[in-house]
Nanobody, 129 residues
Framework: QFQLVESGGGSAQPGGSPRLSCAASGVILKYYVTGWFRQAPGKAREGVSCITSRDGGTNYTDSVKGRFTISRDNSKNTVYLEMTSLKPEDTAVYYC??????????????????????WGKGTLVTVSS
């Protein structure tokens, strides 16, 4: 059974650097495009970053470029989102999602939710002093 489980959320101070994890079970994540989305209180869910299945190409939404880094550890079947220089506006529930993509492909953070077949339940990141 395919399952994505996010972890690493919690309370953080502005400027903090938490790392979110998205652990997959039931599938080999390197054959999936994996995306990170977030939903802030009262706002629509937005794409934050993605990593392609084959060559590990990455993409970020403008608001996190230079601050967040997405990566994948194939040996652990896990995708990470390393967050630095956190801002209060980064407060949100963060979700990872996966799209079956065994052939070379691209991704952008702006790809809609429709692209992804599988979703985790999310992990809350709260940024406040």
């Amino acid at each position: 059974q395919f399952q994505l489980v996010e972890s690493g959320g919690g309370s953080a101070q502005p400027g903090g650097s938490p790392r979110l994890s998205c652990a997959a079970s039931g599938v080999i994540l390197k054959y999936y495009v994996t995306g990170w989305f977030r939903q802030a209180p009262g706002k629509a869910r937005e794409g934050v970053s993605c990593i392609t299945s084959r060559d590990g190409g990455t993409n970020y939404t403008d608001s996190v470029k230079g601050r967040f880094t997405i990566s994948r550890d194939n040996s652990k079947n896990t995708v990470y989102l390393e967050m630095t220089s956190l801002k209060p506006e980064d407060t949100a529930v963060y979700y990872c999602a996966a799209d079956w993509s065994p052939s070379p492909t691209t991704c952008t953070a702006g790809d809609g939710e429709w692209r992804y077949e599988y979703w985790g339940k999310g992990t809350l990141v709260t940024v406040s002093s």
